[in-house]
């Protein structure tokens, strides 16, 4: 059984963001959300604080970090990807994630934070080779300025001295599949899709488990390829 520790969840209103907020508190943990619009989950529970504030803005970010064990990042954009391909993304920065992230960064080295869990993208980085030729097409086609600010994501941690590790699960659903995910540092996968919940139940037991750190985790469902 994990140790009971004080988790920032950056990203918390999305939906591997509230997942993984949900496994924190069933593991014990005391948990800060940290969203634009984090007030709505603070009924949850009375071991959770939310923090209203911009990912890409530092002194948000640091007021956030500090006092804290661990933090998770689930950054993203939650709009429509044809529209955001043609038009941009109407409510949040292209580079929420880099900037984002290099904002916790900052903050976790300024406050003695060590542990950082990243959730990224299954074929960025050490995974890109290994991504069937559809998804190939509809990262370029499609997700192109996601996929850049993914890339530029996983370089900033990767470039820290922090106990960081990078998560990059397949196609996401909102499944009720429960569980934990095929793991994989190689980047081999099973199915090419997963749900939320066991991404979050990974990103739950990442913030301790020793095995991950400075590795990148490629994370897929259980079943047929």
């Known amino acids: 059984m994990q140790e ?6 950056v990203g918390a209103t999305g939906g591997t963001g509230r997942a993984a907020i949900e496994e924190l508190l069933s593991a ?15 009924t949850i529970s009375d071991r959770i604080t939310t923090i209203n504030g911009d990912a ?11 006092g ?20 941009g993304a109407a409510r949040t920065p292209l580079d929420v994630r880099s900037a984002g992230t290099r904002n916790v960064i900052t903050a976790m080295r300024k406050h003695g934070v060590r542990r950082l869990v990243v959730q990224s993208s299954f074929g ?24 850049a600010d993914t890339e530029a994501q996983e370089r900033e941690v990767r470039q820290s001295d922090l106990d960081w590790v990078l998560v990059q699960p397949v196609h996401l659903t909102d499944d009720d599949a429960d569980g ?3 793991a994989s540092v190689k980047g081999q996968v099973q199915q090419f899709k997963i749900s939320r919940k066991c991404v979050a139940r990974f990103l739950s037991q990442a913030v301790q488990a020793p095995e991950y750190v400075r590795q990148s985790v490629a994370l897929s469902g259980r079943g047929v390829p």
């Open 68 to 87: 804290h064990d661990a933090v998770i990042v689930t950054l993203g954009i939650r709009e429509n990807p044809l529209r955001v391909r043609l038009f």
């Open 124 to 147: 960025v980085g050490d995974t890109r080779n290994n991504l069937r030729l559809m998804d190939r097409l509809f990262f370029s086609l499609l997700l192109k300025p996601q996929i």
């Open 180 to 182: 934990m995910p095929i």
């Open 28 to 42: 014990g943990h005391r948990v800060t959300a940290f969203s634009r619009h984090a007030d709505q989950l603070a």
């Open 56 to 66: 890409t803005d530092p002194e948000d970010i640091d007021r956030a970090v500090r």
């Open 4 to 9: 009971a520790k004080k988790i920032l969840v």
